[in-house]
Every structure is written in structure tokens, then in C-alpha cells.
């Protein structure tokens, strides 16, 4: 493996933390990584410079005011050196890092969750079985969350290369949902609603313990499903996140294979369910066998008490 090029993840303007983490991954193989950071203001890049990194180049363009996998794709890969490409395993990045690997022919792993020099495990068969891929040459690699430590920031030594004139955008319209809560994919702690809260306003217990711990609110797919107001950026499991926190606390949800996909290598889990013979209790680390609208005020008053 020749180099690799980090594809720094941005939210809100600013370097993710994850970004910290795919430095990590990236010596992990051997390598030291170049970061490229897509933006719009190039001094966000000041901000990703870490130990054991290379040059950080800011990747400046209109296009990357809203997420269109083509533009980005295409203004990434005139920018980026070559080498093996990681991001993190967010659905954003990864669907680019599919984009740019398509461009220069790269063989893709994603949602790797542990690497040997060049050798790259994760997770098949929506959870059920691992397999360990070795690189012969360079690939676009995706990582998780939580996985590797985050290095240490250091100063960044930024070049800009501005793609502005370069890369003309296909977005149209974006229609955001505005939400200051932490992403699902990146929360050290989660909070998640099933089907058994009944309603999307129910929630709010969640919300309100979710403040108290510094957390973020996940779903499962029956409860996207059956409310609009819970929307699909929640949703944990197969077919929507892949998170792995320190702790999850499942509520209202009876841990379906296709949810556990999304979650059963958080650290602690803990299982609020009515029914005893919920499948979700096989996987807790603790449970709890009652109602949440009986458990959710007890546990938000006493988690209020411990954090005051
Ligand atoms: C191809 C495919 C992909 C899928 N992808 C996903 C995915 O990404 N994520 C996902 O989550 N699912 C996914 N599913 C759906 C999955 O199979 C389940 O249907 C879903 O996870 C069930 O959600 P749930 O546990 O919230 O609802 P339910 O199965 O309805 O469970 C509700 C639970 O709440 C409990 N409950 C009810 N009332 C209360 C109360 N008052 N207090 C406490 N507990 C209560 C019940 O005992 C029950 O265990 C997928 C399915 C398919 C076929």
C-alpha cells in the first residue's frame, strides 16, 4: 500500500470527531494519511491536523454546500492524491467513498471494524459472520465509529485547492430537517424507541434523558415506519445506521435481527421491554421487564440526581 488519503467527514460546517479516528485506522495499516477536507470555507481545515498525520488538503467548492454524491465524488477525485482512500462509515460517506472508488477502479470494504496491517475485517451477512479481507493494492475503505482511538490534534500544515470553477452541482433543492440532536452514528451514548412507545410524541421521554446524558435518539424501523415525525435518520439496524456506542438503551423494542444488526456491538446494552420473552433481553447486557411510561420517569429523575 502506497499512501492513504483520508476523506475528512464534515457536520455543520465543522471536522467531525470521527475524522480523529480514521487517523488511527489509517496508521493501523501502516500507512501516514494525507486529509482532504471538502468544504466551502477552507478554514475548517486548521482543525484537521492530528499526531501521526500527514499535509491536510482543503478541498474548497461551491458544490460542497449541500451533500450530491456526483460533485463531490468528481471534486474529490481531482483533488485527492492516489493511494487508499478511508472515511468513516456514516451513509454519506460511505455512498461517496463508493462514488470515488468507482472513478479510479478501487476495489471498496466497507464498515471495517478492525485492521491488521493490510488486512480488513467486517461484518457480512447483516452481522451474522465476519470476514477478513486482505488488500493486495490500494481500496476505498470505510470505518467505523467508536472503533479506533481518536489521535491527538495537532497543527495542520493546509494547502487549499479550490475546485469552485471545476464541478458543477445537480442539487436542486435540499430539505433539511433541522436538528441540533448528535447524530445516531457517532454518539457514545443512544437512546432508542421501538413500536412499544405507542407514539411519536412519546419520545419526548426520551429526548429529556437523552439531555440529561448527552446522548443521541435512535429508532427502530417499525417506529419510523408507522410515524412521519421520526424520521429515518434514527433509524438503527440494517437497512438504516450502524452505531456502536458505549451504551445503548433499547425501549419499546423487542430486537428484531434486522435492528440487532445495527447495534449489537454497542459495549453495554440495556433493554427496556414489557414482555420477558423479548428477543432484545438475550442480547442485554441489563434489563428491565416493565412498561417504560412505569421505568422512563424513574430513570430520568434518578439520572438527573446522579448528573446534577
Ligand atoms: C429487509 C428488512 C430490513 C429491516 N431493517 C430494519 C432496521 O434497519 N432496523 C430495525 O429496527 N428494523 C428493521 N427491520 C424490521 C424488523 O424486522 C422489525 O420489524 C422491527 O425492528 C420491529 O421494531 P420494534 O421492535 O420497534 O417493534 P415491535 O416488533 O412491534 O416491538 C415492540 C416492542 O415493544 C414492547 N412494548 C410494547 N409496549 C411497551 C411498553 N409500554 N413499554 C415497554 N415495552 C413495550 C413489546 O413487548 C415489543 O417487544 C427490517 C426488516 C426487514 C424485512
Same mark, same amino acid.
Given at each position: ?89 456514516? /451513509?454519506?460517506?460511505?455512498?461517496? @467513498?463508493? %462514488?470515488? #472508488?468507482?472513478?479510479? +477502479?478501487? =476495489? !471498496?470494504?466497507?464498515?471495517?471494524? $478492525? ?84 407514539? /411519536?410524541?412519546?419520545?419526548?421521554? @426520551?429526548? %429529556?434523558? #437523552?439531555?440529561?446524558? +448527552?446522548? =443521541? !435518539?435512535?429508532?427502530?424501523?417499525? $417506529? ?85
Amino acid at each position: 500500500m502506497s499512501e492513504s488519503i483520508i476523506i475528512a467527514e464534515t457536520s455543520k460546517g465543522a471536522v467531525a470527531p470521527v475524522t480523529a479516528e480514521l487517523v488511527s485506522a489509517a496508521i493501523a495499516m501502516g500507512t501516514t494519511p494525507t486529509i482532504i477536507v471538502p468544504c466551502t470555507d477552507s478554514s475548517i481545515a486548521d482543525n484537521a491536523g492530528f499526531e501521526g498525520a500527514g499535509r491536510t488538503i482543503a478541498v474548497k467548492g461551491g458544490c460542497f454546500e449541500n451533500y450530491d454524491a456526483s460533485s463531490w465524488a468528481a471534486a474529490i477525485d481531482a483533488a485527492a492524491p492516489a493511494g487508499t482512500l478511508l472515511a468513516a462509515a456514516t /451513509p454519506q460517506s460511505k455512498d461517496l @467513498l463508493a %462514488r470515488v #472508488a468507482a472513478r479510479r +477502479g478501487l =476495489a !471498496v470494504v466497507q464498515d471495517v471494524v $478492525a485492521i491488521n496491517g493490510s488486512n480488513l475485517t467486517s461484518p457480512i451477512y447483516s452481522g451474522k459472520a465476519m470476514q477478513t479481507v486482505a488488500l493486495s493494492g490500494d481500496a476505498a475503505v470505510s470505518v467505523r465509529a467508536n472503533i479506533f482511538p481518536a489521535a491527538n490534534a495537532s497543527g495542520a500544515d493546509v494547502s487549499v485547492v479550490d475546485q469552485s470553477g471545476d464541478v458543477a452541482t445537480a442539487v436542486q433543492e435540499i430539505i433539511a430537517r433541522a436538528s441540533a440532536r448528535l447524530d445516531v452514528a457517532e454518539a457514545n451514548i443512544i437512546i432508542s424507541g421501538g413500536r412499544g412507545m405507542g407514539s /411519536p410524541d412519546n419520545f419526548s421521554h @426520551l429526548e %429529556r434523558i #437523552a439531555d440529561v446524558l +448527552g446522548a =443521541a !435518539v435512535g429508532a427502530s424501523r417499525a $417506529a419510523v415506519d408507522t410515524w412521519d415525525d421520526i424520521p429515518h435518520s434514527m433509524q438503527v439496524g440494517q437497512t438504516g445506521k450502524t452505531v456502536n456506542p458505549n451504551l445503548y438503551i433499547a425501549v419499546g423494542i423487542s430486537g428484531a435481527i434486522q435492528h440487532l444488526a445495527g447495534m449489537r456491538s454497542s459495549k453495554y446494552i440495556v433493554a427496556i421491554n414489557k414482555d420477558a420473552d423479548a428477543p432484545i433481553f438475550a442480547h442485554a447486557d441489563y434489563g428491565i421487564v416493565a412498561t417504560w411510561e412505569e421505568t422512563l420517569p424513574v430513570l430520568e429523575s434518578a439520572l438527573s440526581a446522579m448528573m446534577a
